[in-house]
Structure formats: structure tokens, C-alpha cells
């Protein structure tokens, strides 16, 4: 199985500046994804972490506001751009490795971000 | 495109009474369904998973699910609960080899004693 480690766990940060969460994996994993969790809700896709190349983004959810790398197999980074306080959620890296029936999804633990 | 509808948002249960948590789904292609379990100020943490085969599906903790294609349903079922199961408990879907993991609202599990 694989470990994500994400970095900062928790951040408080001032309105207008930017953040950038790290995701690290100790192992190889096929796909990465970023998501946002806000107060009280569930889990929402921001956009697919693709090795070499833009994310891929859903609906709702732009580069410029939320620039992605993920410049190999195990690490990629995620930035909340000009924050505002509606940008206070928690934000998730999550992994998938192998294929078909053995593939198995993991998850950080979260970063926790407060934006004042 | 794919979606999970959690037909509960709160569900408050006796101790040791058995509990249901349900979950329908949408999708134009095969899936894979999961549980994920979220305690306060914690991460997630996979129940259990249905990818092929035995359409019962037993996980940790004492759950099971059962999924069943033609009502498109994934019910999450516990038969005697205890005050630590008291958390939120996702329902997802995925499908394809992108592996991308939609995640239903949520129900959130309150077991009293």
C-alpha cells in the first residue's frame, strides 16, 4: 500500500496570497488527484494531477486559481491562488495504484486551510 | 457521467442496534463502488470495496455491503453498532482505468447509548 504524506497539515493565511500544499507518495502510483472538502460537506475533484503535463480540471475549477504539478510518479504540489476566505476548506492529495480489480485509491490526510 | 446520491444525511441509532446506511449510484458504464469512514479531525479511511465478483462485501469494522446492479444501490449495513462507529461515512463511485472517485454528500452516523 502507499503512503501519502501532505505538507502543511494546517495553514492560516491572509486574504489575496497564495498556498501550496505538497503530496508526496513513498511509492509509484499511476494516478494523483486533488480534492477539496469544505466545512461540513464532501468530497469535491479538483482536478487530475497529470506526470509532465496541465492537470486535468472539473467543472468549477480553473488553473490559474488552482495551478497543479506533478513533476514525476510520486510527488505533486497544489496552489490556492489570491485566497479568499471562501477558499477555507480542507484539501486532500489522493493516489491510485495498479489496474483493474487490483487497484486500490489512498488518501493524505489533509491539509487544513484557513483563509482570514 | 457518474454520481452517488446518499439518501440520508444524518442517521441517529441506538447502541448495538443495527444500522443502514444507504447509496444509490449513476453510471453509463461498470463501477466500482466504496465506503469511506471519516472520524472528527481525521482523515479517510476505506470501509470496504466492490470491484468484481461476490456482489456481498464484507470490510473492517464489522460492515458489509451488498451491491445490487439492477437497483443500482450499494447499502452500507452494520448489525449492532457501537458509540465509536459515530462518524461521517462517504459512499463513492469510480470508473474506467482513470480511476477518478466521485464521492456521494455524505451521512453522518450519530450512535447513542
Known amino acids: 500500500s502507499a503512503v501519502i504524506s501532505q505538507k502543511p497539515s494546517r495553514d492560516i493565511c491572509q486574504r489575496g496570497t497564495s498556498l501550496t500544499i505538497q503530496c508526496q507518495v513513498d511509492?509509484?502510483?499511476?494516478?494523483m488527484f486533488w480534492y477539496r472538502q469544505q466545512p461540513g460537506q464532501s468530497l469535491t475533484l479538483i482536478a487530475t494531477?497529470?506526470?509532465?503535463?496541465?492537470?486535468?480540471?472539473e467543472s468549477g475549477f480553473v488553473i490559474d486559481k488552482f495551478p497543479i504539478s506533478r513533476p514525476n510518479l510520486t510527488f505533486s504540489t497544489l496552489t490556492v491562488s489570491n485566497m479568499s476566505p471562501e477558499d477555507s476548506s480542507i484539501y486532500l492529495c489522493s493516489a491510485v495504484q495498479g489496474a483493474g480489480v487490483n487497484t486500490e485509491a489512498f488518501f493524505g490526510q489533509g491539509t487544513r486551510l484557513t483563509v482570514v | 457521467a457518474q454520481s452517488v446520491t446518499q439518501l440520508d444525511s444524518q442517521v441517529p441509532v441506538f447502541e448495538e442496534a443495527p444500522v443502514e446506511l444507504r447509496c444509490n449510484y449513476s453510471?453509463?458504464?461498470?463501477?466500482?463502488l466504496f465506503w469511506y469512514v471519516q472520524y472528527p479531525n481525521q482523515g479517510l479511511q476505506l470501509l470496504l470495496k466492490?470491484?468484481?465478483?461476490?456482489?456481498l462485501v464484507k470490510g473492517i469494522n464489522g460492515f458489509e455491503a451488498e451491491f445490487n446492479k439492477s437497483q443500482t444501490s450499494f447499502h452500507l449495513r452494520k448489525p449492532s453498532v457501537h458509540i465509536s462507529d459515530t462518524a461521517e461515512y462517504f459512499c463513492?463511485?469510480?470508473?474506467?482505468?482513470?480511476?477518478?472517485?466521485?464521492f456521494g454528500a455524505g451521512t453522518r452516523l450519530f450512535v447513542k447509548a
Open positions: 466492490y470491484l468484481s465478483g461476490s456482489t
Open positions: 453510471s453509463s458504464v461498470s463501477v466500482y
Open positions: 463513492a463511485v469510480s470508473s474506467g482505468g482513470g480511476f477518478k472517485t466521485i
Open positions: 494531477a497529470n506526470q509532465g503535463s496541465e492537470a486535468t480540471y
Open positions: 511509492s509509484q502510483v499511476t494516478m
